[in-house]
């Protein structure tokens, strides 16, 4: 099964950019503090391979397996609302609540 392209894709509309990076952070524990705004600002391969290891993790975590198709452009969906509404909120945090918000629906591991 595919990993998340969608959630990635979604980001490249979530937020206004506030400072420019280029490169994704290397950990887990720098990854989970940045921000959809500081996602936002990354070029498009360094945020789409940071929301996939993040989405792959906070999955991993509930147990569940994040599918291609119409319930991972739904998760896609919900990903960019939150950046949306939050621009400051942790990435993380948007993707695992919408892990959660979706749970039922989607394949267990």
Known sequence: MKTM?????????????????????L??????YVTCREA??????AR??????LANHAARY??????DGDHGTH???LVRGGCTLAPDAYLFTVIDRAIIAE???LPKR
């Not at 936002?40 to 391969?45: F, L, T």
């Open 5 to 25: 392209p969608l959630v990635a894709g979604a980001l490249l509309l979530a937020a206004p950019a506030a400072v420019a990076q280029t490169a994704a952070p």
């Open 27 to 32: 950990n887990f524990e720098q990854a989970v």
């Open 40 to 45: 936002h600002a990354m070029n498009v391969d």
């Open 48 to 53: 789409r391979s940071l929301a996939v290891f």
């Open 62 to 67: 509930r147990g569940v397996a994040i599918p």
């Open 75 to 77: 998760l896609a969906l």
């Open 103 to 105: 749970k039922d629906k």
